[in-house]
């Protein structure tokens, strides 16, 4: 590593810099990264043309593989986004690195805002939403917290099917909360009833589920948040928004808070984000929600108008009356998402979630007919399911990855114990050709084994 290579700057700039930071020299900057883990391909000569960078930077993202076949999932998802939604919010008067925080935002952005809460609302048959939340795990984080707040109470029940990426965020989250935080163990892929009945009293302040749950499965759970209720608790549930197209909602189930992460509704992948948060819940919770609504409104003429109506974040209000510290609504994102759902219009994205669950149908017949492919669980499931291989899932995917393919979700990552079970996801874009190849690639790869 040389200080050209890093500092494009004068030495002098470059100096004054290293002694405002009581560092010797550049290479002591990064002196906490092992030398084995440095991508010495960055290095870039000092004095190169714009053309030549240029050059050199195309060719190093130019090894990011871009044409796998994707069949992962676990919460992220690879579904077709129209041009016209990019095109859209791309456009000057909405492009922006941030939220708008004031109440003199565009009506327009106003409008954009209320809107997409609309939006959330039909879909999760919730009687508000916010202006969107980070992602799908810190809003689950935030329902967490309301629920606590509503109910007085300090136990909460997390159902271990939640994703597991969202359970590493709640225990970082809550590590240092004076909060009695419990995963519930799970059977069959889905939770253990007769354990959730064992751990629900009235010291429950909150239960946690997810629905699909994290391996894809379908639970209803209209009478485990009957139960829930009936001990006073709060119950939050996490949903993949596609899946609602098609399946009985949240809301209809008695959800107190739905939440969910809305990189489906028009985001593509990309590394973790920027990704969006959702959450909507009942009127009667309306004041416990944290970030901020928009809401409609007549003027004295009345001329109909949109206003922000509750900000309950602490740039807004007293700390100690804040619901949140954290949060922000991801405006673009949010604007996103409003504009892929008014594309598609309700029959289209009926259509996007049939696709999904046709295809889903069809890859997991094609698998389960390999010999040594088994379902990993029984549950019914919507675009997604895991299988049980006859030798190490992690194995499997890297084998693939080298035949253009991204297998799936080795699970073991999170579950030890299940080294063998892979998840996969199956969208609108994976086509009856490309599932039969990952049946061809993935038969091909544990038969030479």
Not at 46 to 53: C, D, K, P, W
Not at 131 to 150: I, K, V
Not at 418 to 442: C, H
Request: proline share 4%.
């Amino acid at each position: 590593m040389s200080n050209t290579s890093y500092c494009p700057i004068s030495d002098r700039d470059r100096d004054a810099l290293l002694r405002a930071v009581s560092a010797k020299d550049v290479e002591s900057l990064f002196e906490d990264i092992p030398h084995e883990l440095r991508a010495k391909e960055f290095q870039i000569a000092s004095g190169i043309s714009e053309l030549e960078m240029t050059r050199r930077l195309r060719a190093l993202a130019a090894r990011n593989s871009t044409d796998l076949i994707n069949f992962c999932g676990g919460g992220f998802y690879d579904h077709f986004i129209p041009s016209a939604v990019s095109a859209l919010a791309g456009r000057g008067e909405f492009y922006t690195a941030y939220t708008p925080y004031q109440a003199e935002a565009s009506q327009g952005t106003l409008q954009a805002i209320y809107e997409y809460q609309t939006a959330i609302t039909l879909l999760t048959e919730m009687d508000v939403a916010n202006a969107s939340l980070y992602d799908g795990g810190t809003a689950l984080f935030e329902a967490l917290l309301m629920g606590l707040r509503a109910t007085k109470r300090d136990r909460a029940l997390v159902d271990g099917s939640v994703n597991p990426i969202y359970r590493v965020m709640l225990r970082s989250y809550t590590a240092n909360l004076s909060l009695d935080y419990r995963e519930l163990s799970l059977r069959n892929g889905i939770m253990d009833r007769p354990a959730f009945e064992a751990a629900l009293d009235e010291r429950v302040g909150v239960v946690l589920l997810q629905y699909p749950n994290f391996f894809g499965c379908v639970e209803d759970y209209t009478d485990l948040i009957a139960q829930a209720h009936r001990v006073g608790a709060v119950v939050v549930v996490s949903t993949y928004p596609i899946a609602l197209a098609v399946l009985k909602t949240p809301g209809a189930m008695g959800a107190d808070i739905v939440t969910g992460e809305g990189q489906s509704l028009g985001l593509p992948l990309s590394f973790g984000g920027p990704y969006l948060g959702f959450m909507a819940t009942r009127e009667q919770w309306v004041r416990r929600m944290p970030g901020r609504i928009v809401g409609a409104a007549s003027d004295a003429q009345g001329r109909r108008g949109f206003t922000l109506t509750l900000q309950t974040r602490e740039q807004h209000i007293r700390r100690e009356k804040a619901t949140s510290n954290i949060c922000t609504n991801e405006g673009l994102c949010a604007l996103r998402a409003v504009i892929y759902l008014s594309l598609l219009g309700r029959q289209g994205f009926v259509e996007v979630a049939e696709r999904c669950a046709a295809a889903a149908a069809y890859g997991f017949r094609r698998l389960c007919a390999i010999p040594g492919v088994k379902p990993a669980f029984d549950a019914p499931f919507f675009n997604e399911f895991a299988v049980q291989l006859p030798r190490d899932a992690a194995d499997v995917v890297g084998e693939l990855i080298d035949h253009g393919i991204a297998a799936g979700f080795p699970v073991s990552r999170y579950y030890p114990d299940m080294d063998r079970v892979l998840l996969l996801a199956f969208t609108e874009k994976r086509s009856k050709e490309e599932i039969d190849l990952l049946a061809t690639r993935l038969e091909g790869a544990l038969a030479r084994r």
